[in-house]
T-cell receptor, first 113, second 113 residues
């Protein structure tokens, strides 16, 4: 059984650009959550989606947005990139998104230069 | 909101010794406490979790204890092995729809042979 798949694995962008990160959850999982992990820190919650609807949002600016598709895959979009957006972006899938049973992907390493 | 403090930030032990990592949380409504292991270049992997109606849980060499009154929980690893070397994160959540996992800052465990 495939785990959580994230793409791309690495990405380098320039300040001011836009980026789209993608996540495919485990088969049967209907909830996807996005986390940002800055080097040396624990992951920080960005969004949670369940059945294509946003269920939770962390303390991130409006430059961050996301959506979930009918097949439960998800995209995270970040506009007007800043140097401080450089981080590992993690996707976690779960059956219902009740805060437990999360399986994380390996993440997308975003570097903003 | 919830705040999770984790100590120590680094821990070095000899192979075969025990390792203990401690976390405290601030929100008494939190009722789910997972521990994740993160190896270089990978996403966090769930190694053990505990719910608030249980005081202790064990899985082979790994155990977690929870003190709800004091709002702290601990990870115990016995008979450590070099492959236990990684960054360990504690987290807390309320197990409600849309809730986030709130992570500690992590403990880098080094096991030397």
């Amino acid at each position: 059984d495939a785990g959580v798949t994230q793409s791309p694995t690495h990405l380098i962008k320039t300040r001011g650009q836009h980026v789209t990160l993608r996540c495919s959850p485990i088969s049967g999982h209907k909830s996807v959550s996005w986390y940002q992990q800055v080097l040396g820190q624990g992951p920080q919650f960005i969004f949670q989606y369940y059945e294509k609807e946003e269920r939770g949002r962390g303390n991130f600016p409006d430059r961050f947005s996301a959506r979930q598709f009918p097949n439960y895959s998800s995209e995270l979009n970040v506009n007007a990139l800043l140097l401080g957006d450089s981080a590992l972006y993690l996707c976690a899938s779960s059956l219902q998104g009740f805060g437990d049973g999360y399986t994380f992907g390996s993440g997308t390493r975003l570097t903003v230069v | 909101g919830e705040n999770v403090e984790q100590h120590p930030s680094t821990l070095s032990v000899q192979e075969g010794d025990s390792a203990v990592i401690k976390c405290t949380y601030s929100d008494s409504a939190s009722n789910y406490f997972p521990w994740y292991k993160q190896e270089l270049g990978k996403g966090p992997q769930l190694i053990i979790d505990i719910r608030s109606n249980v005081g202790e849980k064990k899985d082979q060499r790994i155990a977690v204890t929870l003190n709800k009154t004091a709002k702290h929980f601990s990870l115990h690893i016995t008979e450590t092995q070099p492959e236990d070397s990684a960054v360990y994160f504690c987290a807390a959540s309320k197990r409600q729809a849309g809730t986030a996992l709130i992570f500690g800052k992590g403990t880098t465990l080094s096991v030397s042979s």
